[in-house]
């Protein structure tokens, strides 16, 4: 089976730089997700690592390591409308026909 | 085509009756998921169709969990006898295959209250 970890809450202020971080455990690794979601709405992308390495979208950026089970999600210069909860999800294609599998999520709040 | 789209938005039903909520994924795409999503937790994976094929269901909730996709465009998910354990947020997601990069395209979802 699966098993995606991350952590539940953080917090930041405006301006600032934050990190969250996804652990994962899979059988059939086939690419790791970051979804955003704004509280009664749809998850949206925001990015997306198959090969170990950061890719860098913007603000946003992600790592992965696929041999440590480990990936980040680096969000720069926060906003008051980055708060939202941030979903880690890994494609495996020895599961439901590499159906997205997600984890908890971590709800970031951004002050001033 | 401006995404998935779900419909209704909030159903409220009692106990005990059965409600049907309908997904129009994105016209090209030939993958169709349902999610569910229970306050404070990430998207649950219930099932998925390839055209008008459904090639895991073993990961819906119960046997009064039902999904179609009839003709392999729109898809249906319909809960029997519901109970309120079953008050979520139920999502619909759309891919082009299983290859693509940008993930999955999620629907607003299907705001379930069962009182």
């Known amino acids: 089976g699966q098993n995606i970890d991350q952590p539940t809450e953080m917090t930041a202020t405006e301006g600032a730089i934050v990190q969250i971080n996804c652990t994962y455990q899979?059988?059939?690794?086939?690419?790791l997700f970051w979804y955003q979601q704004h509280a009664g709405e749809a998850p949206t992308f925001l990015s997306y690592?198959?090969?170990?390495g950061l890719e860098e979208k913007g603000r946003f950026s992600s790592f992965l390591s696929r041999s440590k089970g480990y990936s980040y999600l680096l969000l720069k210069e926060l906003q008051m409308k980055d708060s939202a909860s941030y979903l880690c999800?890994?494609?495996?294609?020895?599961?439901?026909?590499?159906?997205?599998?997600f984890g908890k999520g971590t709800t970031l709040s951004v002050s001033s | 085509d401006t995404g998935v789209s779900q419909n209704p938005r909030h159903k409220i039903t009692k106990r005990g009756q059965n409600v049907t909520f309908r997904c129009d994924p994105i016209?090209?795409?030939?993958?169709l998921y349902w999610y569910r999503q229970t306050l404070g937790q990430g998207p649950e994976f219930l099932t998925y169709?390839?055209?008008?094929?459904?090639?895991?269901k073993s990961r819906l909730l119960s046997d009064r969990f039902s999904a179609e996709r009839p003709k392999g465009s729109f898809s249906t998910l319909e809960i029997q006898r519901t109970e309120q354990g079953d008050s979520a947020m139920y999502l619909c997601?759309?891919?082009?295959?299983?290859?693509?990069?940008?993930?999955?395209?999620f629907g607003s979802g299907t705001r379930l209250t069962v009182v």
């Open positions: 016209s090209e795409h030939n993958r």
């Open positions: 690592n198959v090969l170990d």
């Open positions: 999800a890994v494609r495996d294609y020895s599961q439901a026909g590499t159906a997205l599998i």
């Open positions: 997601a759309s891919s082009l295959g299983h290859q693509g990069t940008y993930g999955y395209t």
């Open positions: 899979t059988s059939g690794f086939n690419g």
């Open positions: 169709f390839q055209n008008e094929a459904q090639l895991e």
